[in-house]
């Protein structure tokens, strides 16, 4: 497998990080996933815009990653993936020097990696729905950046997994955040409900495609605090939305139905319209 390491394309077992990388050393990094069907990136310009963006934040001396686009297409072609579903993932670190807590100088690079490897999707949970359980969220306050210090993102997910369950949802004081890796959406009253993308979550590429389609068809959205008790009890339906998860609808939280306990209407909706758009999407080039 060929990937990209600090400007060059080289094969994966040739890759060599220092242990002086502040990536290793503190998760003093930020990474990305974009999907690629067919060989097309959906949306890689606002997973992009979305890396720079945790790059100033995290006051990275670089922050436009415009060359990741040629990386990525580059990568798929020289790999064979251009055909069927992929993911291209990418991280960026503030580099590597003597470790301390402070910013090293600023004439340190930044590392560069990023690979890519092919998906496949697991239709039969998208058409019957999942089962996830419910955990705390005890992550740090900025969510919004996606930094890769993802310690309690794994925890959660590996209790779903011991669980044999989908996913962990999170939820902190009492109100719903997102999943150990991706955002939740649910239903009442036919409008499709978001928590408010602020610090506390990130948001997902996926999850504003699904919201703009919503507005774009005529499907009411809202933003604001959901509660646990409204997704276990009084949501109609509840799905969830990533990268990789595209649309899937769930049907079980801690072991009890949710929203009738099966797939309903409007997240079937929202699976037609959101592969209408990838098909669209990768017409376009």
């Known amino acids: 497998m060929l990937c990209y390491w600090n400007g060059q394309y080289v094969p994966r ?27 097309h990136l959906f949306r890689l310009a606002d997973h992009l815009e ?11 001396r670089r922050t436009d990653f415009a ?8 990568l798929l ?16 670190t503030r580099g590597a020097a003597p470790r301390s807590h402070a910013f090293p100088s600023a004439e340190t690079p930044l590392t560069v990696y990023a690979t ?9 949970k998208a058409e019957n729905g999942v089962a996830v359980i419910s955990v ?12 890769t210090a993802l310690t309690w993102n794994v925890m959660a997910n590996q209790r779903a997994k011991e669980a044999g369950v989908e996913e962990a949802m999170f939820f902190r004081d009492g109100k719903l955040t997102e999943g150990s890796h991706t955002n939740v959406l649910i239903v009442r009253d036919g409008a499709v409900v978001s928590p408010v993308a602020d610090e506390s979550i990130l948001d997902g590429i996926t ?37 990789t998860t595209e649309v899937m609808p769930v049907i ?20 037609q319209l959101f592969r209408g758009e990838v098909a669209r999407a990768s017409q376009e080039g």
């Open 13 to 39: 077992e040739a890759v060599s990080i220092s242990p002086d990388d502040r990536g290793f050393l503190f998760a003093d990094g930020l990474y990305d996933v974009v999907r690629a069907y067919d060989g």
């Open 50 to 60: 979305r890396l720079a963006r945790g790059a100033r934040a995290l006051a990275f």
């Open 67 to 74: 060359e990741l686009a040629e990386v990525a297409s580059t």
């Open 77 to 92: 072609l020289r790999n064979d993936l251009l055909n069927g579903d992929a993911t291209f993932y990418v991280q960026v």
């Open 116 to 124: 890519v490897k092919p998906f496949t999707p697991l239709p039969a």
């Open 136 to 147: 705390p969220d005890m992550r740090w306050r900025l969510c919004s950046i996606k930094t």
């Open 207 to 243: 999850r504003r495609a699904v919201l703009e389609l919503c507005r774009a068809e005529g499907i009411a959205v809202v933003e604001r605090d959901v509660s646990q008790e409204e997704v276990a009890e009084q949501a109609d339906e509840v799905m969830l939305v990533g990268t």
């Open 252 to 271: 079980a939280l801690d072991g009890r139905p949710v929203g009738g306990g099966a797939p309903g209407p409007v997240t079937r909706r929202l699976q």
